[in-house]
């Protein structure tokens, strides 16, 4: 069955730094794309950052600069390293690995809160 397992999130102060991983399992993760996607409060999902099978990257414009997505595909895992923190990155952060429509997977979810 397929699992994405995501761990890091927490509360950072402003400026900050926080690593997130997502360990994946039940698919062939090197042909996903995989993405992290954020939900704040009141807002729509949205896509945060992406990196491609090939692997190429995307980013929202919002965190160009400071965040940098990565994948390790002999451990299964993408990664989403976040710097320079603001309170508006705060918001629940999901994994996601995307082939199809029909082949579309989520992780639980982490809560990340950038606060002072």
């Known amino acids: 069955q397929v699992q994405l397992v995501e761990s890091g999130g927490g509360l950072v102060q402003p400026g900050g730094s926080l690593r997130f991983s997502c360990a994946g399992s039940?698919?062939?993760?090197?042909?996903?794309?995989m993405g992290w996607y954020r939900q704040a409060p009141g807002k729509q999902r949205e896509l945060v950052a992406v990196?491609?099978?090939?692997?190429?990257?995307n980013y929202v414009d919002s965190v160009k600069g400071r965040f940098i997505i990565s994948r390790d595909n002999a451990k299964n895992t993408v990664y989403l390293q976040m710097s320079s923190l603001r309170p508006e990155d705060t918001a629940v952060y999901y994994c996601?690995?995307?082939?199809?429509?029909?082949?579309?997977?989520w992780g639980q979810g982490t809560q990340v809160t950038v606060s002072s």
């Open positions: 990196i491609t099978s090939d692997p190429n990257t």
């Open positions: 996601n690995a995307h082939l199809t429509s029909s082949f579309d997977y």
């Open positions: 039940g698919f062939i993760f090197r042909i996903y794309d």
